[in-house]
């Protein structure tokens, strides 16, 4: 029996707007929806995700869910949110994007179900050939401009002092993902169109195209904006946007982000960013409060994301790295980790560079400790550490007569030092 989709995604915290009489029209018939990406980047972020989460739950439910990618829109960028103009892409880079952001897709949407699978388009492709005379004598005349300007996007931008305006170019936008509802409606028998809360005006102006040129009821749905409990914006760190690539985010750093949010945003973001169903989600928050300081809700929604974003493999090297900074890990965990996740995990430690010449001739421990590396402020302070047996090299304990060698490096350029359990250094040769 295929799940009520509305009622999944509002016990899920994943609805903020929605017109009236979607939930019948979703159980009379399978029905097609929508969510729109604009391709401004050649992979999809982590705040993508709570649309790509919609379209998965559409399909999980029995409907037909398509992915948009804007390479029209992406070439005018969206006023919604913004307090500036987008930069402008060519043609030649949103192709680029769109090919990486749908190879990411599949890992969500079933492009091969027999009755609903997925299907990702493009708008260039029906825009490319519209000229500007057409559009705006065939599609433009059925909005008035009051309509658009009373939209919030709209008059946000306008107000706003801190901008220079808004350009005809970003004003037009909203008719141009407008149309794609009615050109989807048309072509995909689509009904649906889902996005973020800040897309409320433009989703709205595409039911109202619909009902002017063709007399056909449509419906919009909308999610809630995601925020953290801090304040800070979600999918983001010092570093920039968490990103679905591995080349741009690594598991180890996707998986670090998940395991570090805070216990009101993991029992919020678990409902969102996951399949489980509601008596696991409910279990879990029960079983976390009962033992916070285990952080069983942050464990389970790292392991549950990293997995369905990466691989088994990956979330698996993710979990490996984590022990070797944050559990009990052997000389072995280190050497098994490559060079990239190795300086991730140690990044922000102290760290010192030794040349290949200096260590081929032996570097005592206490000379590792405080004269070469001045990880210790004296000599002295770095003998009571070795005979307090308190100083170990790649996790393996050391004496004061220990010489570090060749034999000693990580990936052939790195000596890892700790002093008990909360120090850590790091020696670069090179």
């Not at 037909?64 to 949110?81: E, F, N, Q, W, Y």
């Not at 690539?245 to 395991?259: A, G, I, M, V």
Request: aromatic share 8%; charged share 25%.
């Amino acid at each position: 029996m295929k799940k009520d989709f509305f009622e999944e995604v509002n016990w899920r915290g994943m609805v903020h707007d929605v017109m009236p009489g979607l939930q019948e029209h979703l159980n009379e018939n399978m029905r097609t929806a929508y969510v729109g990406i604009d391709p401004t980047a050649d992979s999809l972020h982590i705040g993508h995700l709570v649309g790509v989460m919609l379209l998965k739950h559409f399909q999980l439910s029995g409907h037909k869910p398509i992915a948009l990618i804007g390479g029209a829109t992406g070439m005018i960028g969206d006023p919604s949110g913004k307090s500036k103009e987008r930069n402008l892409l060519d043609e030649e880079i949103l192709q680029h994007n769109q090919n990486q952001i749908k190879n990411q897709l599949q890992k969500f949407l079933d492009f091969n179900a027999e009755n609903n699978a997925a299907l990702v388009v493009n708008n260039y492709d029906w825009m490319k050939d519209f000229s500007f005379i057409d559009f705006i004598r065939d599609i433009g005349k059925h909005i008035t401009v009051n309509y658009m300007m009373a939209k919030d996007s709209v008059k946000k931008r306008l107000s706003s002092e801190s901008t220079e305006g808004m350009s005809f170019t970003e004003f037009t936008y909203q008719l141009v993902q407008g149309y794609d509802f009615v050109h989807l409606n048309q072509t995909q028998k689509c009904t649906l169109q889902m996005g973020g809360s800040d897309q409320w005006g433009n989703i709205t102006t595409g039911t109202e195209m619909l009902r002017k040129i063709h007399n056909q009821k449509a419906f919009a749905l909308t999610c809630p904006l995601i925020t953290k409990a801090d304040g800070t914006k979600f999918g983001k760190t010092e570093g920039g946007n968490i990103w679905l690539d591995p080349n741009r985010t690594s598991p180890y750093k996707f998986y670090q982000y998940w395991l570090n949010v805070s216990d009101e945003d993991a029992a919020k973001f678990i409902k969102i960013f996951t399949l489980l169903d509601k008596k696991q989600v409910s279990d879990l928050i029960s079983e976390h409060n009962e033992e916070p300081h285990l952080r069983k809700l942050q464990n389970v929604l790292a392991e549950e994301v990293t997995l369905m974003v990466h691989s088994k493999e990956a979330l698996d090297n993710a979990k490996d790295a984590s022990k070797v900074l944050f559990g009990k890990s052997t000389s072995k965990d280190i050497e098994a980790l490559d060079e990239n996740t190795f300086l991730e995990i140690f990044e922000g430690i102290p760290q010192a560079k030794i040349s290949k010449s200096e260590f081929a001739q032996g570097i005592d421990m206490v000379g590792a400790l405080a004269a070469k590396t001045s990880f210790l402020p004296s000599n002295s302070e770095a003998i009571r550490a070795l005979k307090a047996n308190s100083i170990s090299v790649n996790k393996n304990k050391v004496t004061q007569d220990y010489n570090l060698s060749d034999t000693d490096l990580l990936n052939q350029k790195y000596v890892l030092i700790n002093k008990g359990k909360k120090n850590t250094y790091l020696i670069i040769v090179e």
